[in-house]
T-cell receptor
Framework: AQSVTQLGSHVSVSEGALVLLRCNYS??????LFWYVQYPNQGLQLLLK??????LVKGINGFEAEFKKSETSFHLTKPSAHMSDAAEYFCAVRANNAGNMLTFGGGTRLMVKP | DAGVIQSPRHEVTEMGQEVTLRCKPISGHNSLFWYRQTMMRGLELLIY????????DSGMPEDRFSAKMPNASFSTLKIQPSEPRDSAVYFC??????????FGQGTRLTVV
């Protein structure tokens, strides 16, 4: 069984400030981990993914995430927020035993203040 | 490739009517997923297919919901009869073996 918890359903930062979106997972087997972004009235787009290679994963739009097994975490960060980063972000986990099921967290809405 | 294509983008229907949502996955992708997104419950996996075969439909809320995948390039999600609580955004996603899922833009369903 696998699950994902995203701490904070809403996060607000100022433009230029650090973005930190938290994700903790639970998985009975080594996981694949994903961050997706959803802009208003759009589908989900993949930001980045961890598939047991490097623990620090770089994605699109300057985002990155670090897999920490000891903390069962996969937090998403960006050094400097931009107004265009305002969106909803979803963390997801999939067992790497060839299973297909992707389990999503509840999502975090990021707001960026000018 | 045009990506995962869903139709219609918006659907407004009266309670009790049948609703059919459609999805065309990306060519060559062998897995297809249907998700429902609501404010209260977030993203829920309803059902997924692998090579056109339903693998797990444990997320389908009740017998009013049914999904089919008659071939590798088309899937439908049907609700009959529809109820106001079915109002949500329904996403279809597809993925090739060993890679990540690609999502369609969703169908916003409103049942009045």
């Amino acid at each position: 069984a696998q699950s994902v918890t995203q701490l904070g359903s809403h996060v607000s930062v100022s433009e230029g400030a650090l973005v930190l979106l938290r994700c903790n997972y639970s998985s009975s087997v080594p996981p694949y981990l994903f961050w997706y972004v959803q802009y208003p009235n759009q589908g989900l787009q993949l930001l980045l993914k961890y598939t047991s290679a490097a623990t620090l994963v770089k994605g699109i739009n300057g985002f990155e995430a670090e897999f920490k097994k000891s903390e069962t975490s996969f937090h998403l960060t960006k050094p400097s927020a931009h107004m265009s980063d305002a969106a909803e972000y979803f963390c997801a986990v999939r067992a790497n035993n060839a299973g297909n099921m992707l389990t999503f967290g509840g999502g975090t809405r990021l707001m960026v203040k000018p | 490739d045009a990506g995962v294509i869903q139709s219609p983008r918006h659907e407004v229907t009266e309670m009790g009517q049948e609703v059919t949502l459609r999805c065309k996955p990306i060519s060559g992708h062998n897995s297809l997923f249907w998700y429902r997104q609501t404010m209260m419950r977030g993203l829920e996996l309803l059902i997924y297919f692998n090579n056109n075969v339903p693998i797990d439909d444990s997320g389908m809320p009740e017998d009013r919901f049914s999904a089919k995948m008659p071939n590798a390039s088309f899937s439908t999600l049907k609700i009959q009869p529809s109820e106001p609580r079915d109002s949500a955004v329904y996403f279809c996603a597809s993925r090739p073996e060993g890679s990540e899922a690609f999502f369609g833009q969703g169908t916003r369903l409103t049942v009045v």
